[in-house]
């Protein structure tokens, strides 16, 4: 694992150095290839559309089916730039990921004993380890210093140990030379949150996974036109100890920039039951797949059945 580890993160190092530019290039061939050669998950893809967009023509259905694919090659070019940016100005200069409303989180993190940001696989969520970077203001217009301590980011760790290892150094690499080590397996992060309880943090959640074996809570929502089970892991986290919720959009506007806005939840999930914040939460990311269909993971089985 640590040699195969090794020869990996060299390989990716060496193509991220490459332009952006050069990326989306080969994005596109490598959407045709997992589309038209792999039929990388089609018959999921093509069932998760269908179910979701019930009053589509079949003719729209084939349109966001393709846009996915172009849009999933490109998360991998994202994905694999993205690791070369051991320097954060290059992912600043880039500006690859906006916030548009980043006072929102600025006032929940002032005005709470920690805050839970709801994600989800729209957008391009590899890209969240870069998530303090994406402030382009002037430090003296900050109304609240978030430093790297206080963002913990929550993952489920991958089956095979080296695409895990490789992953979780490609994931966060604008902030390691900060020391940020802030990425906390799903299976820990009760046990973190216990022994931080003392410490204000953001704890950013994907959240729009199925359950999977040994999660010790689940529930069942409305998203997307069907009953669809969800865990409730940031949910209950939040309502405990009574943080702030928000939900995190994270919208394409063109080829190479992401804008994201946070829309709250609650001020105090403690008001609100665990099932309550992830139907909102649910909600609102059907609201943003309503605008943008092809902008979400539909290879994922998320409605097993």
Known sequence: MKIGAVMMKGLMRGLSALPLDFHYACSGLMAWFLRDVMHYRRDVVTVNIARSFPDRKYRE??????GFYRHLGEI????VWFGGCRNPERLRKKRLVEYSNIGVLEDAFAHSPGV??????????????????????????????????????????????????VMRVNRCAPVLRYGYKGYI???????????????????????????????????????????????????????????????????????????????????????MTPHEIMQRYYDLLQADLEKCPENYLWSHKRWKR
């Open 185 to 271: 397996s799903s299976g820990e992060i009760l046990r973190y949150a216990l022994e931080h309880r003392d410490s204000k943090k953001v704890y950013v959640f994907p959240t729009d996974q199925c359950p999977y074996k040994g999660a010790f809570s689940d529930d069942t929502v409305t998203f997307m036109h069907q009953p669809t089970k969800t865990m409730l892991g940031g949910a209950s986290l939040a309502h405990k100890f009574g943080y702030s919720v928000l939900f995190l959009s994270m919208m394409p506007e063109s080829r190479g920039h992401y804008k994201c806005s946070f829309v709250p939840i609650c001020d105090d999930a403690g008001s």
């Open 61 to 66: 259905l084939k349109r966001i089916s393709r």
């Open 116 to 165: 839970v940001v709801l994600e989800s696989h729209s957008g391009n969520w590899e890209l969240t380890g870069g998530c303090l970077c994406y402030d382009y203001r002037p430090v003296e217009e900050r109304k609240e210093m978030i430093g790297t301590e206080d963002v913990v980011v929550v993952y489920k760790p991958l089956r095979s140990k080296t695409w895990d290892e």
């Open 76 to 79: 991998l070019a994202e994905t």
